[in-house]
């Protein structure tokens, strides 16, 4: 049984309602069923997604190489046709990648924190499945495979709405998940794929409050800034990361170097990459000119504020725009400041909340960063290329969340689940 | 200064949104120094706020006094007139919950889980305020201090907006608190309170995602429902209490009998009394005249499905639209069903995801309930009236969220706050 309809046609949008409300629906009963699968189950069905998917491979390139032709003859970028594109590679890291969900711990069913009232009731809380997460993103159909993954493990069903250029790969993709799920005695719409590529889907999916708790929205800042207009259900989004690296004045020359080098060039289009550049008055004759021609030597492009142009007449001048700006390239803003205080001002001003590091070997100056600092992740002598789910032990993430509720930074499998009080009596009465 | 407006006078939308945004901009400003100001001076700022309270009582009764009247004239029924009374045994009520408030843990600044990775980086979570929240409530001045209190000890800048009929009392009240914080040395916009009764004031709020990070609407389905439509910022709400007690068939009759009492009788009017009870068939006939009994001499009209009426014939016959109801009133629904499989798919279909209850001897019963049953407390053998923060052990609550996300129940200091990564090098490098 398939669920896909002919996206090609022009639907009437009840049609398309109609369709999402079921999708939802069937969503919300197999939630329940998962919710209280164990873990061995939910490690089973990831073991015979990964064995559909390795029976699927040719018949998955196959359906790749159509979404291909029909991309480079709608003119894509190269570079997404590269993100496209499902090569045996990728399909092994899939497979790969199910396997490490598989090796996670499962959050569901712990109770923290459950202590003995007064009147002897013991109250605590337990981790819970969040019940049916919708994700929307764009390009890689990889993302298919790993949110799944995610979701199963964590108890929840999820509805998948990729970009409409890797349709047939997607479908297949969900194909092979539903197959491997129900191989595993669970049900089969814990995921689905949606088979419709009109945009209004996304709609209709935000807005479904009956039958959807969360909407993960993984993609650029348009895709994200529509969802976050037009949802009327709970969002977790991941938005720019504008990350700054602090160069204290008490910092270790060579350490803060190497911090700030790694911080820009480990790699320029993660969202933990630095993308601006602050230093202390105080070092900045001794700091700058070195870091400058060695970034410069590596074909980063320098754009400073007067003060940095002074020691290095080679930077271009920087712009107020560049100081909001998350390059996401070979560029870097630098901009020389006042102490501590003014790089925490300037971070909480111009960043995006999303990870920012200070270099420093004096201790009630990193205590200060770390409290005053408004971000998602704050680090002291580390780069903050760092930011990533494995890095910090999650195993796999579903995204880093720049919002400040509910879960904060790189979010894995406990971050898709809840918390519900439980209360265990002993017929106490109130009152 | 003060920044009330005259809300008699028709301001041009674009006045009220200017006004808005700059009580959002105070806001956000005493926020950052908040978010970084220790407990003592905290706690001496929620003394200093008693001590102006206790001043300005008669002000306070005076102003009142105006509120009634007005809300007299205007034929307010006489609940909302007592809800707004200002006595002197409330005013000491006010200033008692600040000691309260101040005598709990600070939860501001803990870290939690600071584990060391194979690449010996130190990662853990940072617990913070989140920022600005905006708080919508009816009727209740003391809410003002309340929740003025707990956003205070929690780090947090507030903007609080009451319900017009309480405007002269809400003001002298907001005027008292932000003495009292400018007393203590912190920011007196720390807290404010709306100056507008205009009601496209609530419009503005939920719309501010520049300055307000979360709202919480205090109030009836009606305010709960507008501001779920309007917000574009996150929600912590409290719906409904539709709750359960399902007396499973290996339940201890006396224990049982006193439970579902206490759960329907305890107070008709909050959240966590029982609407509907919820009989195993094979126990029915043991328990359900008794239980019927009682709660029709205690003065409970009890409404009930066709098994339930055939052992008490007095019961008037419930319609569908029963199991859904929360009477908040000394109106029962009654259902027998056939074992715990069938009330937890009552319960889960029904209810409200508040609260519910299993009275049972029976482990395996026990442990499935506590599982399956989709609210925000579960409970074993206690009645669904101990949902409450006081009772919880959090000393305070802002109120009981019925959310899945951030913080379900009650919510106390620590469901103000969350949590950020801390990331502590010595100079690692990624890659």
Known sequence: ?????????????????????????????????????????????????GERLEAGR????????????????????????????LTDARIDAMIQGLATVASLDDPVGAIDGLKRRPNGLRIGKMRVPIGVIGIIYESRPNVTVDAAALCLKSGNACILRGGSEASRSNALIGECVSLGIEDAGL???AVQVVGTSDRAAVGELVRMRESIDLIIPRGGRSLIERVSEEAKIPVLKHLDGNCHVFVDASAELERALEIAFNAKTYRYGICGAMETLLVD?????????????????????????????????????????DWYTEYLGPTLAVRVVDGAEAAIEHINHYGSHHTDAIVTEHLARSERFLAAVDSSSVMVNAPTCFADGAEYGLGAEIGISTDKLHARGPVGLEGLTTQKYVVLGEGQLRG
């Open 58 to 85: 040719e018949a998955l390139k196959a359906a790749n190489r159509e979404d291909l032709a029909l991309a480079r003859e709608r003119g894509l970028a190269s570079a997404l046709l590269d993100r496209l594109e």
């Open 1 to 49: 049984m398939s669920h896909h309809i002919d996206s090609s046609s022009s639907q009437a949008s009840s049609e398309l309602a109609r369709y999402m409300q079921a999708l939802g629906a069937r969503a919300r009963a197999a939630a329940s069923v998962l919710a209280l699968a164990d873990s061995g189950q939910k490690n089973a069905a990831l073991a015979c997604i």
């Open 281 to 321: 008055v105080s070092i900045a004759e001794a700091f700058l000119p070195r870091i400058a021609e060695r970034l410069i030597d590596h074909g980063v492009e320098l754009r400073g504020c007067e003060r940095a142009r002074a020691l290095v007449p080679s930077m271009l001048a920087a712009s107020e725009e």
């Open 187 to 189: 049900p089969r719409e």
